[in-house]
């Protein structure tokens, strides 16, 4: 008989003076400096030690923002060869459509759309050639609103800038193993005599003179 596993999931409430927002803060400038130091060719084992100095946080939660980030990337790869296939297979249906249109102006768009599509074609598979990999932490659709903030629902870009901020920096993965103590050494749950759990969450060495080394 297999062993059940059982996964548990809550939000902490919305809230700029809890710690974790400022843990969360934290970890997405190590995850944006990561990214950006491996792009240049280096490896999470070349940065690590310098890293933990660097932002004053243990080796477990450096391994949780790289592990994070690893998904984040080889998502992004994957995705690249579905537009490749994608991009391929739109080309090769306007090649077939086009010498069938009859209206000049409708076949000039057409041809239009058929060089970007060869452009755009052209961009993906070098880049995936030399495995570049686009990530814009916020999303691209945040970012593109500061360009037009009226559209978007901003009187300024400073209120677009609040929430682009809190976006880069709402979420926090904590890294278990299966041989830690109850499976997480950094959120170690405890079962309470009601049935309640606690979870006792390691802040980073960088925060704990304003926070304390534990949150429960």
């Not at 949780?64 to 690893?70: G, K, T």
């Not at 050639?129 to 970012?143: A, N, R, T, V």
């Not at 890294?175 to 009601?194: F, H, I, M, R, V």
Request: net charge positive.
């Amino acid at each position: 008989m297999s062993e059940t596993i059982r996964t548990y999931q809550t939000r902490v409430p919305a809230n700029p003076d809890v710690p974790f927002a400022d843990y969360a803060c934290l970890m997405s400038q190590v995850e944006r400096n990561l990214f950006a130091d491996l792009a240049r060719g280096k490896t999470p084992k070349d940065l690590k030690s310098s890293y933990l100095v660097r932002f004053g946080i243990t080796a477990r939660q450096f391994n949780a923002v790289r592990v994070e980030l690893e998904g984040k990337v080889d998502s992004i790869s994957k995705r690249h060869i579905q537009l490749i296939e994608l991009k391929k297979q739109q080309i090769k249906s306007l090649e077939e459509k086009i010498p069938k249109i009859k209206s000049k102006a409708t076949r000039h768009q057409k041809n239009r759309r058929l060089e970007m599509l060869r452009k755009r074609l052209q961009e993906l598979e070098v880049a995936k050639e030399q495995k570049k990999i686009s990530l814009c932490f916020g999303s691209k659709k945040l970012f593109a609103a500061q360009f037009h903030l009226e559209k978007n629902g901003y009187a300024t870009h400073e209120e677009w800038k609040r929430d682009w901020q809190e976006a880069r920096s709402s979420e926090i993965f904590i890294l278990g193993s299966k041989d830690e103590s109850n499976g997480n050494q950094t959120c170690t749950p405890s079962l309470a005599e009601d049935g309640s759990i606690t979870l006792r969450v390691r802040m980073p060495d960088a925060l704990i003179s304003q926070h304390g080394k534990y949150i429960l």
